[in-house]
């Protein structure tokens, strides 16, 4: 069989991959997308919250989430394709210990352009009824909300074949070796030859710049989303996360969607719903929301995924320094869905213009982890 030549095999048809192939074929490349699952979305990008904010703590994160929020806000109008964004809005309750803290971040994300709104406790308790013991204040993003991570994904797909990409399904890369100023992969029964190698497999990611030699710090880590019976309320509920706790909440139709970041997980690929969590997580936020407590399960509804986590919690971006035509893209630790579409945009120009350059990504690029000081302090939910 020939071996078939490209410019760019991007590994993942996650959201991460599929940004990344669109807005390379879109700068001119031969893509080619080969994913292990038989369909796009199918890892975490499937099991998502689907929650986007502009709402972050340091200059980076804030513009690779309000720029990826901008461009869902248009996608329609630009491509055509609806991917569920709703700004259904992002409330932050905030414990009285960190609001001035708190209220300096809100200005440098006013700095960014990122529309946010400073509301008192009893302000912030007609959007979402909750106990306001210790809280000292509530922010409220009003163009954060949710998208449809599976939509967003088959929208970029679509649009990469359509410029010509290839995109297979069901296709595992099993081997991986450079061969001359090019690498070589065996995914499925294909045989692929490339100049760039994109590593978009999301929880994943290690393990594939394994077959490469090639170590990446990325691991799976388990995350369970509980789902209340339909009925459960009338108003909308918008994203709404207790800060003290790390616990958060939003309706979706007439369901609460809640969960907890749980301190310590075992690493690895684990898609049962943790319910020996949930009596803990149900107990915590019934301080938080009292009402919570009396709402029905759904057992059925509720689900789990893996968070793709970086020893920092934020994204690894960029040409690999020990082989430069890899490229990782991976690592996003829980916020990959609010940042898909700068990620895509930044790895295009890390290959075809040589070096990622609509943001200084050095805080996001492997090297940082060969200096403890370099790692960033992204809080992770
Ligand atoms: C419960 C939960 C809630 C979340 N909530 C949010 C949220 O509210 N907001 C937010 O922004 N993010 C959220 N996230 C995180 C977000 O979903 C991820 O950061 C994002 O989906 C990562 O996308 P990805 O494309 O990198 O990874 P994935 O979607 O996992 O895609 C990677 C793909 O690579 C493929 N792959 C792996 N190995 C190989 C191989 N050897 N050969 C071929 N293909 C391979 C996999 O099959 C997979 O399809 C949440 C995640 C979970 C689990």
């Known amino acids: 069989m020939a071996v078939e030549q490209t410019d760019v095999v991007v590994v993942g048809a996650g959201i991460i991959g599929s940004s990344c192939a669109f807005h390379l074929v879109s700068r001119g490349l031969r893509v080619t997308v080969v994913e292990a699952f038989g369909g796009p979305a199918e890892g975490s990008s499937g099991k998502s919250f689907g929650s986007i904010r502009g709402q972050w703590a340091d ?13 869902y806000r248009d996608f329609e109008s630009r491509y055509g394709f609806d991917v569920g964004y709703r700004p259904s809005g992002y409330l932050f309750l905030v414990h ?62 679509s649009m990469a074949r359509a410029l010509g990409a290839c995109v297979r399904f069901g296709r595992p890369v099993t081997a991986i070796e450079s061969c001359g100023a090019r690498w070589r992969l065996a995914a499925g029964a294909d045989e692929i030859e490339t100049t760039f190698v994109v590593n978009a497999a999301g929880g994943w990611s290690g393990e594939v710049a394994a077959l490469a030699g090639l170590s990446v710090p990325v691991v799976h880590s388990r995350r369970s989303i509980y789902s209340s019976a339909a009925g459960a309320v009338a108003a909308a509920l918008p994203m709404t996360l207790d800060t003290e706790t790390r616990a958060y909440l939003r309706s979706e139709g007439s369901r609460v969607l809640f969960g907890m970041a749980k301190p310590v997980e075992v690493d690895g690929y684990d898609t049962n719903v943790d319910w020996d969590w949930m009596e803990f997580v149900v107990e915590t936020m019934s301080q938080r929301f009292p009402w919570l407590a009396s709402l029905p399960l759904d057992q059925k509804a509720c689900w789990a995924g893996t968070y793709d986590l970086s020893p920092d919690h934020a994204a690894i971006i960029g040409a690999d320094p020990a082989a430069p035509k890899w490229i990782n893209a991976c690592g996003f630790s829980g916020h990959g869905v609010m940042q898909a579409p700068e990620a895509g945009r930044l790895v295009a120009e890390e290959i075809v213009d040589g070096a990622a350059h609509s943001h200084d990504i050095a805080t996001l690029r492997l090297e940082r982890f060969a200096n403890p000081n370099h790692m960033n302090t992204a809080l992770v939910f």
Do not use: K, M
């Open 96 to 157: 009285e210990s960190d609001w001035p803290a708190h209220l300096e971040t809100v200005e440098l994300q006013r700095r960014h352009g990122v529309p946010v709104e400073v509301l008192s406790t009893a302000a912030a308790q007609t959007i979402t009824p909750f106990e306001p013991n210790g809280i000292g204040g509530a922010t409220w993003g009003t163009a954060d909300g949710a998208v449809d991570p599976h939509s967003v994904t088959v929208a970029y797909l």
């Open 59 to 71: 200059p980076l994160n804030i513009e690779l989430s309000w720029q990826s929020i901008c461009a």
